[in-house]
């Protein structure tokens, strides 16, 4: 509980969407010191995008409650992070799909609206597939 208070507490990319008052979703996202001081070491996938670049911010979750799920709440939530992100001046962001065992066909869609490009496929978390896919900002 200590690690995901650490990672929400001044975070400029952890966004709370509302619907008349009550939270319907979130987006987490982590700039690059963020994946290196806090505890990522074990995440294979933030390790694999650290490894491959500078100047980003990692899109790490996003979550919306059953009856809002549609592209419109989860893309206010990626329009609201991709403007931050541009705003704070960073050149990338990078996010991971799952594309095996189950391929989350609506958050590639979403990753695609928003245009991101799929990057490379990688195996990890003892042989899931994941889609690495990265925006230029």
Known sequence: MVQLVERIRDNPFFLVLENAGEIIGFS????????????????????????????FVYWDQIGIINQFQNRIAAGRLMDAFLQDSNLHDYSSVWGAV????????????LAQAKKFELEE?????????????????
């Open 98 to 109: 799952c594309h095996f065992p189950r391929k989350n066909n609506q958050a590639i869609r």
């Open 28 to 55: 987490s996202a982590y700039t690059e010191r963020d994946l290196r001081d806090l505890d990522f070491e074990k995440d294979q996938i933030a390790q694999h995008i650290l490894s491959k670049s500078s100047n």
């Open 121 to 137: 496929e990688i195996s990890a978390y003892n042989g899931l597939i994941f889609g690495i896919y990265r925006r230029q900002i």
